[in-house]
């Protein structure tokens, strides 16, 4: 598997991770405001998720998903941190932790990866913002 590739197939599966906890999160969430915010969120990662599956598509490779293990675990630990406070404050609280160890990881692998073609780098540093951006959104609501 190619550099490109291995590095495309990590940035969809943050933006992937970011598509289904804000899935999760909007299902209990109340207030318009607060909902639009996050609803903008999740069309940045999809933006993302939609890119890197276009480029792999092109690539003649398939988008290698996270195990339903996986998955199943973030959906419960999602469902169950809510359920002991919904919050706006506690929400927000979670969003920033997860963007905040989301921040960290691509930073790294935006290093790690530097040789990749510059429009994998883009996607990467795409997301990195969206991590940044949502940190900065949530903080309002702690």
């Known amino acids: 598997m190619s550099r490109d590739v291995e590095f495309l197939n990590y940035i969809a599966q943050n933006a992937k991770m970011g598509i289904d906890t804000l899935t999760v999160i ?3 969430i109340e207030g318009r405001d607060f909902k639009k915010i996050l609803l903008e969120q999740l069309e940045e ?3 993302v998720y939609d890119k890197c599956s276009e480029i792999l598509h092109d690539m003649n490779t398939e988008y290698k998903d ?6 199943a675990s973030t959906y419960m630990a999602t469902k169950l941190n809510i359920a002991k406070d919904d919050s706006h404050s506690h929400i927000a609280e979670m969003i920033i932790q997860g963007s905040t160890m989301g921040v960290t990881d691509i930073t790294k692998k935006i290093n790690e990866y530097s040789e990749v073609d510059e429009k994998v780098q883009l996607i990467a540093n795409k997301l990195l913002k969206i991590e940044e951006n949502n940190i900065e959104e949530m903080k309002k609501y702690l």
């Open 45 to 47: 990662y999809m933006k």
């Open 26 to 28: 909007l299902k209990d």
């Open 66 to 71: 996270f195990s339903v293990f996986q998955k």
